[in-house]
């Protein structure tokens, strides 16, 4: 290697360290790769979450007791926030249980609750969905001990809450907006 090239790496590998440094959110959030209901691979933080406002919830696809109603709820958000859905804000569902839930399982589940472009929906291999879930603080030992919380977040401005899943839409509706709009 030429002295110019060595130098040249040094200083790109500064950067990207000085880079990453600089920005705390992906640091945390990390960019572990997972899967969508398309089959394409995304990074957590910098596909999913980098400067979006996001309500992110974590389900199984054969649940048969708190998903539905959660996923009915989400899917009633989605249509009161009209035109700011998939523009201002975006959903993430997590699956809690990555080795049956493949990005074709996921795909038909979504197709149940009418979601539109800016809902995804997430897998992938089992040691990355658990790093993703925890740092959200949604990991789960089992399958049905999952969260009934939303994390919303707006990471442009850092600011995070909890909402309670099953409250009433109306009042879900408020708060993700409220998030949206940094109040």
């Known amino acids: 290697?030429?002295?110019?090239?060595?130098?040249?790496?040094?200083?790109?590998?500064?950067?990207?360290?000085?880079?990453?440094?600089?920005?705390?959110a992906r640091n945390y959030f990390t960019d572990v790769a997972l899967v969508n209901q398309d089959g394409q691979t995304v990074r957590f933080y910098s596909d999913l979450l980098e400067g979006k406002v996001v309500v992110i919830n974590s389900f199984y696809g054969t649940c048969q007791s708190v998903c539905p109603p959660v996923m009915h709820k989400l899917e009633q958000i989605q249509d009161a926030l009209g035109d700011r859905?998939?523009?201002?804000?975006?959903?993430?569902?997590?699956?809690?249980?990555p080795a049956h839930d493949t990005p074709a399982k996921l795909k038909q589940y979504a197709s149940r609750y009418h979601v539109k472009p800016g809902w995804s929906f997430i897998t992938g291999k089992k040691e990355n969905v658990d790093q993703a879930l925890g740092r959200i603080g949604q990991a789960s030992a089992e399958k049905s001990d999952h969260s009934t919380i939303l994390i919303a977040g707006n990471l442009p401005r850092q600011y995070w809450k909890k909402l309670f899943a099953?409250?009433?839409?109306?009042?879900l509706v408020k708060l993700v907006t409220a998030v949206a709009d940094g109040k």
């Open 1 to 24: 290697m030429t002295a110019r090239l060595c130098a040249a790496l040094v200083l790109l590998c500064a950067g990207a360290a000085s880079a990453a440094a600089a920005d705390p």
């Open 85 to 97: 859905f998939g523009k201002e804000v975006f959903f993430i569902s997590i699956s809690v249980d």
């Open 166 to 171: 099953l409250a009433r839409t109306d009042d």
